[in-house]
């Protein structure tokens, strides 16, 4: 059927194909090339506020850790003090408020939850030891030591876990971003390959179809002479 079609007919043809493969090609370059775009973003604007908002969680939790055994210790004023476990404990609230509204998978949401049970913890057994201390009870640095510091152990713990909950999402995005870069690189290069093989296999068809009238030709004209 292909040998009884005209050669522009079959140029055409040729060169429609080859239309094709390269517009399929890249369509899927592009589409692929806009999914790992979004890895990078997830990577830049998401993934690394959590893990700096879940740093600074931690921070906050050492601050008033520091806080309130200087407090039991009755180790500078207890005015400041106060003044500045009250800000680490907004910072506290503030931080796991914004971590809050990022975290929108199951596992996450959990991690967080954990970082508010134990962070109330934290907040119950703080005010018990400053209590303690304001009281002049002899029991306070006892309560610090068997009950304050584990709770700060565990709320450091929780905002931990968010941390590398974050290294694990950054691994998975960057090995995707690159499994999506490797793809798009390989299939440009089939891509192209096959381009050329087909420019090829049409300049053959075309140097052939010229040709071979041109022969036949020259041959009439040889037999006749």
């Known amino acids: 059927m292909f040998k009884n079609l005209g050669i522009s007919l079959k140029l055409a043809s040729g060169f429609a194909v080859l239309l094709l493969l390269m517009t399929a090609l890249s369509s899927t370059s592009l589409w692929k090339l806009s999914h790992m775009r979004g890895d990078v973003h997830l990577l830049i604007d998401d993934i690394m506020v959590r893990a700096l908002l879940a740093k600074e969680i ?11 055994l200087r407090t039991v210790a009755g180790s500078g ?3 400041a003090l106060r003044e500045a476990m009250a800000r680490s404990r907004a910072q506290f609230d503030d ?6 509204k990022l975290v929108a998978s199951d596992e996450g949401q959990k991690l967080v939850d954990g970082v508010k049970q134990a962070g109330q913890a934290l907040a119950q057994a703080g005010d018990r030891a400053v209590a303690l201390a304001a009281a002049k009870d002899p029991k306070a640095m006892a309560f610090v030591e068997s009950s ?3 709770a700060v152990a565990e ?14 999402v950054k691994k998975d995005a960057v090995d995707d971003a690159e499994a999506t870069f490797a793809w798009t690189r390989n299939a440009l290069v089939g891509g ?4 050329l093989l087909l420019s090829t296999a049409l300049a053959w068809a075309l140097t052939r179809a010229i040709a071979r009238p ?6 009439a004209a040889d037999s006749i002479t």
């Open 58 to 68: 931690e921070a906050s939790i050492d601050e008033r850790a520091v806080m309130v």
């Open 214 to 219: 041109v022969r036949r030709a020259a041959a």
């Open 77 to 79: 004023d207890p005015s």
């Open 155 to 168: 709320t450091r713990k929780a905002a931990e876990g968010i941390v590398q909950r974050q290294v694990q």
């Open 95 to 100: 931080r796991l408020a914004q971590l809050d």
């Open 192 to 195: 192209l390959a096959a381009a």
């Open 148 to 150: 304050f510091l584990p």
